[in-house]
T-cell receptor, first 111, second 116 residues
Framework: SQTIHQWPATLVQPVGSPLSLECTVEGTSNPNLYWYRQAAGRGLQLLFYSVGIGQISSEVPQNLSASRPQDRQFILSSKKLLLSDSGFYLC??????????FGQGTRLTVV | AQSVTQLGSHVSVSEGALVLLRCNYSSSVPPYLFWYVQYPNQGLQLLLKYTSAATLVKGINGFEAEFKKSETSFHLTKPSAHMSDAAEYFCAVRNLYGGATNKLIFGTGTLLAVQP
């Protein structure tokens, strides 16, 4: 069966520090991968999606970037965090005809 | 463009009472519709999905939803609320034509509280 791993679960980082959140999927090949951010009262905002290795599409301009170095690995990064980057980050995967499956999320607090 | 509107950011019901969470969608093409549940500090779990088959969809934990094209609605219901149902619920839409760029669009969520 397919599983999705996301880490770390929680992270507290100072303003201006770098960020790297990792997401890996097991049990499937060539999934579509997504990074969402969830802010209180604002639902889920799609940040990035990827249809394949090295292929990244950005949905909103921001201080973050994403990379897909391997088929089942999706990384969310920042060179310098801002206070406004705080939030709950969710990785998800799906195949074309299915629903999305989510990781357990990372709670990022920028202080 | 597709969108989802969830009416009521907070809903409170008594244990044993009917749960009704509202979702209206906008889509120029036939939609796929989903309800997800999120417990605190966890990811989203799929409750149920409508994919153009039966309009009344049954999901996990006793939840069901009915697709009503004429009303562009996909409301989530459960006949009798349980304390364990307290969570945040998200409605989502995407069109049925597939493809990675066919994104899942979420509503802003409804936080369900269940009172003893």
């Amino acid at each position: 069966s397919q599983t999705i791993h996301q880490w770390p679960a929680t992270l507290v980082q100072p303003v201006g520090s770098p960020l790297s959140l990792e997401c890996t999927v097991e049990g499937t090949s060539n999934p579509n991968l997504y990074w969402y951010r969830q802010a209180a009262g604002r639902g889920l905002q799609l940040l990035f999606y990827s249809v394949g290795i090295g292929q990244i599409s950005s949905e909103v301009p921001q201080n973050l970037s994403a990379s897909r170095p391997q088929d089942r690995q999706f990384i969310l990064s920042s060179k310098k965090l801002l206070l406004s980057d705080s939030g709950f980050y969710l990785c998800a995967w799906r195949l074309d005809s299915t629903e999305a499956f989510f990781g357990q999320g990372t709670r990022l607090t920028v202080v | 463009a597709q969108s989802v509107t969830q009416l009521g950011s907070h809903v409170s019901v008594s244990e044993g009472a009917l749960v009704l969470l509202r979702c209206n969608y906008s889509s120029s093409v036939p939609p796929y519709l989903f309800w997800y549940v999120q417990y605190p500090n966890q990811g989203l779990q799929l409750l149920l999905k409508y994919t153009s088959a039966a309009t009344l969809v049954k999901g996990i934990n006793g939840f069901e939803a009915e697709f009503k094209k004429s009303e562009t609605s996909f409301h989530l219901t459960k006949p009798s609320a349980h304390m364990s149902d307290a969570a945040e619920y998200f409605c989502a839409v995407r069109n049925l034509y597939g493809g990675a760029t066919n994104k899942l669009i979420f509503g802003t969520g409804t936080l369900l509280a269940v009172q003893p």
